[in-house]
């Protein structure tokens, strides 16, 4: 079989496929929301992210390290940036993000994690960050 009709034969398929899928009756649109809901249920709460601890610390070039594990949906802000760098390392440990700090040694900042789900004064929380020194 030629190359071309082998492709125009997917192709269809394809077209067929997702003709089929999209087809019936529309269902009628939910009205929106004009903001997320408010932290108030189960389903909707600020995130559980602990504080640090020494024992959690690493050191590269004497400088400390912390590795911070959160939900997807979870957003992160750095309340001292000039002390303390965090960012998202793009790699995953046991189903939740790796968020990656460093900073100035022997030194505590906070760091404010918020649940992007919804909105409210319940919906984020903020842990410190103990630095600490690194070993000669």
């Known amino acids: 079989m030629k190359k071309t009709t082998y492709l125009m034969i997917v192709m269809t398929a394809l077209v067929v496929l997702f003709a089929s899928a999209c087809g019936g009756a529309a269902a009628p ?3 929106a929301e004009d ?11 600020a995130p559980n992210v602990k504080d640090t601890v020494a ?3 690493y050191c590269v070039a004497k400088i400390p390290y912390q590795n911070i594990l959160i939900d997807d949906g979870i957003t992160f802000e750095v309340l001292e940036p000039d002390k303390l760098t965090c960012m998202d390392n793009g790699t995953k440990v046991d189903g939740k993000r790796v968020v990656e700090c460093h900073g100035t040694p022997a030194w505590k900042s906070q760091v404010k994690f918020t649940n992007t ?6 919906c984020s929380t903020t842990i410190t960050v103990n ?3 690194c070993s000669d």
């Not at 997320?36 to 389903?43: I, L, N, Y």
């Not at 789900?117 to 319940?122: E, I, T």
């Open 131 to 133: 630095m600490g020194a």
């Open 55 to 57: 024992s959690d610390r």
């Open 29 to 31: 649109a939910a009205p």
């Open 35 to 45: 903001s997320a809901p408010e932290c108030q249920s189960d389903s909707c709460s």
């Open 117 to 122: 789900a919804c909105s409210g004064a319940n």
